[in-house]
């Protein structure tokens, strides 16, 4: 199979070296991972930073006086200010730690929505969404009588923005919507969308959990109300989270959680809350992946967002090309890569995805497969689930002519 | 005696699937392929047959079993919606079909540690191939019941 290497300078890196999970047999086989929606692997230089963190100045921060907490409180510190710049927000009191993606969502449903929506106001989510923005919102729904309306998709999965015209009316307090369909791979036009969201006084929140990796991100010139994404979606460790939230709504956010770190002054009966962003952060965050996060962060920037999306998008090409050769092998929403990210789900006809999931497992490709966490949209295509594909900087041609050789055998020995 | 000759009519069935595995070795393609194939071998059941009544919860994929009694015996069939799964079915099929109850009730089944089909199919589906073990022991102690 030839693959179009030759031509490409970028191509030479080997940024898989960098990764020493990567550099494992599974099964006696080399591995090729493919599933970098759910999660990327970790550089060397993030691994390193854990154990560097654990090694030489594990302490808690903001509260002792000690040598340790404050080199931990700088460095947590200095993480926000990168993340700050990083997202353009304007200032580091924008920035909010969390769990995840996930937390950061329903930290937004269950403070700000929850205290400015009432009943009778509606939510626009799509149906491209992630499980992680569908639930807050039915919770929030249930709780005070805020509607919920989703804007549906057309055939090839892109957003139906005439439809998003119509559900978008003075009722709509909040848009909740994914940036890049985790499914699909589809990108939203989200700069209209905030426009014309704010054009009727809602106020947005981004999804960008399968943004952050694949292109910049910039809160200001979008105007956005919310960002959220994950560290772990970004070559960062897990349980690390961020909200970007502008000033004026944060700082409407009652405190989520009461604790530790988030408050001035304790009696027993009233506590007065610490300023932006320690008021929304009680408890000892997960200070270990805060610190390494800094790695993944300068992994990113080192390559830069025009040689990643470069790589990704020629590896798209070449993947869908490959693929669309193969008459057994159903290819959902648009292969337009103008529109897209390298995020491919398709099945195979006759075919179970998980019998398919395992067959590349066995083979040592670790693709993802089912309902992947988006089943309204799995739903919308009357299957029970889907094969993903997805792709992260550090995938090979050779990565992808391997699974495209793995998928050609299983149909050879397996399909109908 | 005729409890003797079925108990080792099942160790046979048994050894031949351990011969099987040790046949394929450390090769985790070669397994799946052939625990595949069994999948593909085995007949689907007709789609009233595929009822809610016969389904068995608690897999990821969707699995049924059907069973009856024909001179003292238990005959079983199944299907999945997996091939994967279908290949498991038919391994306990392979084992159970065609035996005494008593048979089936008392075989103890953590000799499929060994074979290393837990490594196959992963610990989400090691749980759900439990479900499908329980369910043949819970029919064969019905129709044991039914008897004493
Ligand atoms: C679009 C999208 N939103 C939200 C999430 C949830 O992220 P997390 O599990 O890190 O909270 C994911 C992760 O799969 C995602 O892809």
């Known amino acids: 199979m030839p693959t179009p290497s030759s031509q490409d300078s970028f191509l030479d890196t080997n940024l898989a070296a960098a990764f020493p999970i990567l550099q494992q047999k599974i099964y006696q086989k080399s591995l090729i991972y493919l599933d970098n929606a759910a999660t990327t692997q970790k550089p060397i230089q993030v691994i390193q930073a854990l154990q560097q963190y654990y090694e030489q100045y594990n302490a808690n921060i903001h509260r002792a006086a000690h040598t340790l907490s404050s080199i931990a409180t700088r460095n947590v510190e200095d993480t926000r200010a990168m993340i700050q710049q990083w997202i353009n927000a304007a200032t580091t009191e924008e920035i909010i730690f969390t769990q995840g993606t996930t937390a950061a969502i329903n930290l937004v449903a269950q403070t700000y929505a929850k205290q400015q929506l009432n009943a009778g106001d509606e939510i626009l989510i799509s149906l491209l969404e992630h499980h992680a923005n569908i639930v807050p919102w039915q919770m929030l729904a249930q709780e005070k009588g805020v509607v919920l309306k989703v804007i549906p998709v057309k055939t090839d999965g892109t957003l139906d923005m005439d439809a998003f015209d119509q559900l978008l009316t003075a009722k709509t307090k909040m848009v909740a919507l994914v940036h890049i369909s985790s499914t699909l791979g589809i990108i939203n036009p989200i700069e209209q969308i905030i426009q014309k969201a704010h054009a009727r006084h809602a106020v947005v929140l981004i999804d960008g959990a399968q943004s952050i990796a694949h292109m910049p991100i910039d809160v200001q010139q979008w105007d956005v109300d919310f960002f959220v994404f994950s560290a772990h979606k970004a070559y960062g460790p897990t349980g690390l989270g961020i909200l970007y939230g502008k000033k004026q709504y944060l700082e409407m956010m009652p405190p989520y959680q009461g604790g530790g770190g988030m408050v001035a002054h304790v009696t027993t009966h009233q506590s007065k809350y610490q300023p932006l962003p320690y008021k929304l952060e009680a408890g000892t965050p997960p200070i270990a992946s805060i610190c390494a996060f800094q790695e993944a962060i300068r992994f990113i920037q080192t390559i830069g967002y025009t040689k990643i999306q470069k790589i990704e998008h020629a590896l798209l090409v070449y993947a869908q090309e490959l693929l669309q050769k193969i008459p057994a092998i159903t290819l959902y929403g648009t292969t337009d890569v103008k529109k897209k990210i390298g995020i491919i789900a398709l099945n195979v006809q006759g075919m179970h995805h998980l019998d398919v999931g395992l067959l590349l497992d066995a083979r040592g490709i670790a693709v993802r497969t089912g309902l992947l966490c988006t089943q309204p949209l799995i739903d919308y295509w009357q299957v029970d689930g889907m094969v993903r594909i997805s792709l992260a900087v550090y995938n090979t041609f050779q990565d992808i002519a391997i699974t495209v050789q793995a998928l050609k055998n299983i149909i050879q020995k397996h399909g109908t | ?148």
């Open chain 2, 1 to 148: 005696m005729a409890h003797d000759i079925a108990l080792t009519d099942i160790l046979q069935r048994r050894q031949k699937i351990m011969d099987a595995f040790q046949f394929l070795g450390e090769d985790q393609q070669a397994k799946l392929e052939y625990l595949m194939d069994l999948g593909e071998a085995l007949p689907s059941l007709t789609a009233a047959q595929r009822s809610e009544e016969n389904k068995i919860s608690g897999c990821m994929s969707k699995v049924w079993l059907v069973h009856r009694e024909e001179k003292g015996v238990l005959i079983l069939a199944g299907d999945s919606n997996t091939v994967i799964t279908k290949g498991l079915l038919s391994l306990l099929i392979q084992l159970y079909t065609h035996q005494k109850p008593k048979i089936i009730i008392d075989h103890d089944f953590s000799w499929l540690q060994t074979i290393g089909l837990y490594q196959i199919i992963g610990a989400q589906r090691a749980n759900g191939f439990a479900h499908m073990i329980n369910r043949c022991k819970m029919v064969a102690l019905r129709y044991y019941k039914q008897k004493v």
